[in-house]
T-cell receptor, first 113, second 116 residues
Framework: QQQVKQSPQSLIVQKGGISIINCAYE??????FPWYQQFPGKGPALLIA?????SEKKEGRFTISFNKSAKQFSLHIMDSQPGDSATYFC????????????FGQGTTLQVKP | EPEVTQTPSHQVTQMGQEVILRCVPI?????FYWYRQILGQKVEFLVS????????KSEIFDDQFSVERPDGSNFTLKIRSTKLEDSAMYFC??????????????FGPGTRLLVL
């Protein structure tokens, strides 16, 4: 089955707080798990991605944690800022021949000043 | 930095009309995709295209849809007879390859299609 379950659907965090978004996937074609950030009226932009030869990847304030046995990965945004307010999508590849991505439902993050 | 471009940014059409959405993928990329996003919902895969042919399509991509790469730069999505439910944001994406390090999909800014 090709499905990516993402939670929560929406999240409100105070400035400086930690935002955590979770995703669970089925059996993917290969191990590559990106997070995309989308602002209203714009296309999804790659935020950070992990290839699970590591269990964690950090880029600035953004960290992906990966649990292969549980088939879960999560995005942590440290020191959340109002400019981080956006919709976040996790995705997983479900075809080794085409690379198509199946996206989660999205999480709308609002960071309050 | 290279980017995927799409035109038009907005398209309003009458039900039953044909529309063509255009994309210029990143120049050295080899795999191309169309996705759509109905307002407030998730991004859904429509079709992938490689080596001048469709490599995979979703159940959404029925006979009303077609894709083409008419020249070395453009990648188009045609909807022959639009329906109200085709109203959505359509995104083009491209990647260089499927090997580790090549698989990042770059998305265009989208075309907002409104069918009346």
């Amino acid at each position: 089955q090709q499905q990516v379950k993402q939670s929560p659907q929406s999240l409100i965090v105070q400035k400086g707080g930690i935002s955590i978004i979770n995703c669970a996937y089925e059996n993917t074609a290969f191990d590559y798990f990106p997070w995309y950030q989308q602002f209203p009226g714009k296309g999804p932009a790659l935020l950070i991605a992990i290839r699970p030869d590591v269990s964690e990847k950090k880029e600035g304030r953004f960290t992906i944690s990966f649990n292969k046995s549980a088939k879960q990965f999560s995005l942590h945004i440290m020191d959340s800022q109002p400019g981080d307010s956006a919709t976040y999508f996790c995705a997983a590849p479900y075809s080794s021949n085409t690379g198509k991505l199946i996206f989660g439902q999205g999480t709308t993050l609002q960071v309050k000043p | 930095e290279p980017e995927v471009t799409q035109t038009p940014s907005h398209q309003v059409t009458q039900m039953g009309q044909e529309v063509i959405l255009r994309c210029v993928p990143i120049s050295n990329h080899l795999y191309f995709y169309w996705y759509r996003q109905i307002l407030g919902q998730k991004v859904e895969f429509l079709v992938s295209f490689y080596n001048n042919e469709i490599s995979e399509k979703s159940e959404i991509f029925d006979d009303q849809f077609s894709v083409e790469r008419p020249d070395g730069s453009n990648f188009t999505l045609k909807i022959r007879s639009t329906k109200l439910e085709d109203s959505a944001m359509y995104f083009c994406a491209s990647i260089y390859g499927l090997a580790p390090g090549e698989e990042t999909q770059y998305f265009g800014p989208g075309t907002r299609l409104l069918v009346l």
